[in-house]
């Protein structure tokens, strides 16, 4: 595709007289979404501004001018725009030859040239376990991770986790009056998750409680080292618990600066905001405008201490200083889009323009188990512990009752259970709220994860029983592919580059799970209708094998985009 783009680069260049860099060319070609208006599209308004000319008549005389190669069979002017058609029999071989040169890397671009984007996702509080939206959160971030770094980005991974704040003065009241009625030695997370749930519950009734929980958090903040300790020990055994589940989804973190990393550096983000002179005085505590739609940031409490939205601040200054970063983006329930407002509006006062304008939220809805709310503060938690159990078990299951013979159930099970779970995260638009049902997400067959994975399975086991090997599609006559079944799904291979563009510019990675349901579908068709294996002609039927093999190519790269394993049987 990335080469088809640049014979068309070329082929404007060669009808200007002018002087235009082929890049301003290059840079500006689309992929319409319609096919209608053909497979690439330049819009003209940039060289109407060099070539002080209308869009139109420039349009008009490119089309007259220009010399198309055989890769391009026409072009036509739309209102300023030159559409151009590829060629068919072209487009079937530039598309797969360009799959099957690239192979793994078939998807890697190099749009970001090496610039750093920072991700801030997963960033559970800790001394709680992880539920589902924390689940939710850690994939989305991944994915998107994954999905700038194919762009050529240096991505950054950032685990933000909550490891400051009131509730650590809550937590180590709590361990002073229970600890003598729990067993530390397992599952400690979930000791302290209980202890913080009675804690919490009692603070409410008794005022004197709550007291002694900020007392405690005020002689934490002032360095008293029998509670460092205990801070210290809460967030260990909360991270050791974390990363198993880490692990286990294969997501990793460039740095677990947390918000207790940001004790010692608000300071400048309160100096900074007083000799600005905006930092004013309201109802005792020290609060920013951000305008007349929000209400103002507040930045000091009334007691002096400082919040979430403080830490945030010095985060976003350290974060600029040190990856110089060309977008920050946070990853977090839409409960806190009006919180990443107000403070990507107060940033203005402490970065460069720049990178206050490289902010991003990307808020997610909530996940809905069928009975109400998944919170911690509401009683029914589901732990993602068990969950991912439960899906690695219901997977076993299946697999014993459809008697697969597999070499290692034990690790099928984890790669389908596990993948199910994360495509089922990421195939709905993710401000949608899901219903979580986890039957439906590891059924074999139907938009899930187990359905994607088993077509990938199927392309290699039919490469197998073809008896080619990679080496053999160096030499193949793919303009043999007339079928319509066949040119359609290699068209839709060919837009895997578009897609993960597309799901960067949105940040959405649903675009590319429903892109790999649209493949698998697109790749049943074709094996339903047209027998690959059965045909005397050889040509053909290599050829066929290699549109199998790429289809595999594709969905095994997109699905590690999307942070999914794709098992080798199935
Ligand atoms: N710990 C927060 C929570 O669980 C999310 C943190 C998001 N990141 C940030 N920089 N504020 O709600």
Redesign the pocket.
């Known amino acids: 595709m990335e080469d088809n783009k640049k014979i068309i680069a070329s082929c404007i260049l060669e009808t200007l007289d002018e002087n235009v860099d082929i890049n301003d060319i290059y840079n500006k070609i689309e992929v319409p979404k319609d096919k209608k208006n053909g497979d690439f599209s330049y819009p003209c308004f940039n060289l109407a501004k060099i070539l002080k000319n209308s869009p139109v008549n420039i349009a008009n005389k490119i089309k007259e001018k220009i010399v198309l190669n055989d890769a391009i069979s026409k072009v036509e002017v739309v209102n300023g725009f030159l559409n151009f058609y590829l060629n068919s029999n072209n487009v079937v071989e530039n598309i797969l030859k360009n799959i099957l040169t690239k192979n793994s890397e078939y998807g890697k671009m190099n749009i970001g040239n090496g610039k750093n984007i920072v991700f801030?996702y997963s960033?559970?509080?800790i001394a709680k376990p992880f539920h589902l939206g924390h689940f939710r959160n850690t994939v989305i971030g991944h994915a998107l991770y994954n999905i700038y770094k194919e762009l050529g980005y240096n991505t950054i991974g950032i685990n933000?986790i909550?490891d400051w704040g009131r509730q650590f003065g809550l937590l180590i009241e709590g361990y002073k009056l229970f600890k003598d009625e729990y067993d530390f030695s397992n599952n400690v997370l979930e000791v302290l998750s209980d202890i913080y749930v009675r804690i919490s519950a009692l603070a409410k009734e008794d005022e004197n409680v709550m007291n002694k929980a900020r007392e405690n958090f005020k002689e934490l903040e002032n360095g008293n080292e029998e509670y460092y300790k205990l801070w210290k020990f809460f967030r260990e055994v909360s991270l050791k618990e974390y990363d198993r589940i880490y692990d286990i989804l294969g997501v990793k973190f460039d740095s677990y600066n947390g918000e207790a990393f940001y004790n010692d550096k608000m300071d400048v983000v309160i100096d900074t905001l007083t000799k600005k002179n905006v930092l004013k005085e309201s109802r005792g505590a020290k609060v920013v405008e951000v305008g007349d739609n929000m209400p103002p940031c507040i930045v000091l409490k009334s007691n002096g201490s400082t919040i979430y939205a403080t830490r945030?601040l010095a985060?976003i200054i350290y974060r600029a200083k040190t990856y110089d970063f060309e977008k920050a983006i946070?990853v977090?329930g839409s409960e806190?889009i009006l919180h990443f407002k107000q403070v990507f509006e107060v940033a203005k006062y402490l970065v460069e323009e720049k990178y206050q304008k490289g902010l991003v939220h990307v808020p997610y809805g909530l996940v809905r188990l069928k009975t109400g709310r998944m919170s911690s503060r509401e009683g029914t938690v589901i732990y993602i512990k068990d969950l991912i159990n439960d899906a690695i078990n219901k997977s076993k299951e299946i697999l014993i009752n459809k008697n697969k013979e597999v070499e290692d159930i034990e690790l099928l099970s984890k790669q389908i259970g596990v993948g199910a779970l994360v495509f089922n995260y990421l195939k709905s638009n993710k401000l949608k709220d899901i219903l979580f049902d986890l039957d439906e997400t590891l059924r074999f067959d139907g938009e899930t994860g187990p359905y994607i994975q088993y077509t990938y399975v199927r392309t290699k086991s039919i490469l197998e029983k073809s008896g080619y090997v990679e080496s053999d599609f160096e030499n193949i006559k793919l303009d043999l592919l007339t079928n319509s079944e066949e040119i359609e799904l290699v068209k839709k291979l060919g837009e895997f580059e578009n897609i993960i563009k597309r799901a960067a510019q949105d940040f959405e990675p649903s675009i590319i799970a429903k892109y790999l349901i649209d493949i698998s579908s697109l790749f049943s068709k074709f094996y339903n209708n047209i027998k690959v294996l059965e045909t005397n002609n050889e040509d053909l039927k290599k050829a066929r094998v290699a549109l199998v093999y790429s289809t595999g190519i594709v969905i095994k790269n997109g699905l590690n985009i999307l942070g999914i394993e794709t098992p080798s049987k199935m």
């Open positions: 801030d960033s559970p509080n933000y909550g945030d985060a946070y977090t806190q």
